[in-house]
T-cell receptor
């Protein structure tokens, strides 16, 4: 069965520092993978997605993620974090059952310090 | 830019009462979803809906839950007799195709007292 693991519950970085949020998936075939961001009190906003093709995908707000099949990972990166990036980040994979529903990881809360 | 909207933003109800959460998906989308997020936990899939019928539901989506698309624009989630453990943020999402990106609404926070 499909699943997503986000090993880091909470990460704190300084503004301007680089960021990497980890995501590992379990999936029987080539997965469709997503990163969503949730600001406090807000809904989920799509940052980027991977369906196929180039394993390095670019998203909004300067984020990118790399799909590594050998490591079953889809880590999210940003070279220089801004204070406005403080939020909860969720990795998700599409269900294998065909209904296209998403399975989410438990999320990583990002704190940015000045 | 089109967006998914949800009403109300916050609903407070007594245990045992019925609630209806409303969503207006993006207008040309065909696939609709409900998810929930209990405070401090991950987002969980409840149900997907296509062509006026449920296409998939999770084990959370028991007989107390139902969904409906009463007209061409709204998509509702009804909880017949709310329990304390139904307190959560409920998100609606829609997509244009089976493999297309799902766009999420801002959520309805349901508090059951």
């Amino acid at each position: 069965a499909q699943s997503v693991t986000q090993p880091d519950i909470h990460i704190t970085v300084s503004e301007g520092a680089s960021l990497e949020l980890r995501c590992n998936y379990s999936y029987g075939a080539t997965p469709y993978l997503f990163w969503y961001v949730q600001s406090p009190g807000q809904g989920l906003q799509l940052l980027l997605k991977y369906f196929s093709g180039d394993t390095l995908v670019q998203g909004i707000k300067g984020f990118e993620a790399e799909f590594k099949r050998s490591q079953s990972s889809f880590n999210l990166r940003k070279p220089s974090v801004h204070w406005s990036d403080a939020a909860e980040y969720f990795c998700a994979v599409v269900s294998q059952t065909g209904a296209n529903n998403l399975f989410f990881g438990t999320g990583t809360r990002l704190t940015v310090i000045p | 830019e089109p967006e998914v909207t949800q009403t109300p933003s916050h609903q407070v109800t007594q245990m045992g009462q019925e609630v209806i959460l409303r969503c207006v998906p993006i207008s040309n989308h065909l696939y609709f979803y409900w998810y929930r997020q209990i405070l401090g936990q991950k987002v969980e899939f409840l149900v997907s809906f296509y062509n006026n019928e449920i296409s998939e539901k999770s084990e959370i989506f028991d007989d107390q839950f139902s969904v409906e698309r009463p007209d061409g624009s709204n998509f509702t989630l009804k909880i017949r007799s709310t329990k304390l453990e139904d307190s959560a943020m409920y998100f609606c999402a829609s997509s244009g195709g089976i493999t297309d990106t799902q766009y999420f609404g801002p959520g309805t926070r349901l508090t059951v007292l």
